[in-house]
């Protein structure tokens, strides 16, 4: 197997009860077709009580350090709702492309996302800080 037939299998996502509930309700006033595939890893998530989430799951008002392993790149963000995104800031949507890519992994977790601009990227959970 190569290393990145590694990467295309599913991933394990977690998300927790709350954040379940605030996304539902965007996704479906969304057409979006990040909605749809924010959607689509919903649907495979294991949904927890809030209070079961783990500490390092990435969850909505997470900060995230992930590794774009095509670049070697760390990039730290904040996922937060589309209303608080603010890229100065460092807050990305969940309904951005890194946003939905990164919601529900833990760390260590690793996911290959298609971009906007076609390509495919590879991320990897460094760490996580719950908000």
Not at 8 to 20: F, H, K, Q, R
Not at 50 to 65: C, F, G, M
Not at 71 to 88: F, G, H, N, Q
């Amino acid at each position: 197997m190569t290393s990145l037939q590694q990467h295309t299998e599913p991933v394990s996502l977690i998300v927790g009860t709350a954040d379940y509930q605030r996304l539902m309700p965007l996704i479906r006033a969304s057409d979006l077709e990040l909605a749809e595939a924010l959607d689509e890893e919903l649907s495979r998530a294991d949904i927890v009580a809030q209070n079961e989430l783990p500490a390092d799951a990435v969850a909505i008002n997470s900060t995230v350090t992930y590794r774009d392993l095509e670049t070697k790149t760390d990039t730290t963000v904040t996922v937060v709702l589309p209303a608080e995104a603010d890229i100065a800031e460092k807050k990305i949507s969940v309904l951005s492309p890194v946003g939905v890519a990164l919601l529900g992994l833990r760390v260590g977790g690793r996911i290959q996302w298609p971009m906007p601009n076609g390509k495919n990227k590879i991320f990897e959970i460094l760490a996580v800080q719950q908000g």
